[in-house]
Nanobody, 122 residues
Framework: QVQLVESGGGSVQAGGSLRLSCTASVQRNTPYALAWFRQVPGQEREGLACMSPYSTYVAASVRGRFTVSQDNAKDTLYLQMNSLEPDDTAMYYC?????????????????WGQGTQVTVSS
């Protein structure tokens, strides 16, 4: 069983930055892909970034503004978000999956956190 806890969300003005954290409680010696998604009410969940032992992925829509990193010692995945825009307002979710290919497809991830809200004002 994998448990994921997100933190770091909040309210920020356009142009500001936030760093999201996802602390993962995972089985030792079992590799996982960890990813960030976001969702706006009424829209599909959007894959933003992923890291696994074999791959790193950042969606083109946020590349250059968002950076994904991982602290393996702390089992924590980060999402550094810079130059935030009002369109970045969403609930941000952390996900984990045994498929190490690192894709933006929700179906590749078996475990999900509760989410952390990011609100960007103009």
């Amino acid at each position: 069983q994998v448990q994921l806890v997100e933190s770091g969300g909040g309210s920020v003005q356009a142009g500001g930055s936030l760093r999201l954290s996802c602390t993962a409680s995972v089985q030792r010696n079992t590799p996982y892909a960890l990813a960030w998604f976001r969702q706006v009410p009424g829209q599909e969940r959007e894959g933003l970034a992923c890291m696994s032992p074999y791959s790193t992925y950042v969606a083109a829509s946020v590349r250059g503004r968002f950076t994904v990193s991982q602290d393996n010692a702390k089992d924590t995945l980060y999402l550094q978000m810079n130059s935030l825009e009002p369109d970045d307002t969403a609930m941000y979710y952390c996900a984990a999956g045994k498929d190490l290919g690192c894709t933006a497809m929700q179906s590749n991830y078996e475990y999900w956190g509760q989410g952390t809200q990011v609100t960007v004002s103009s």
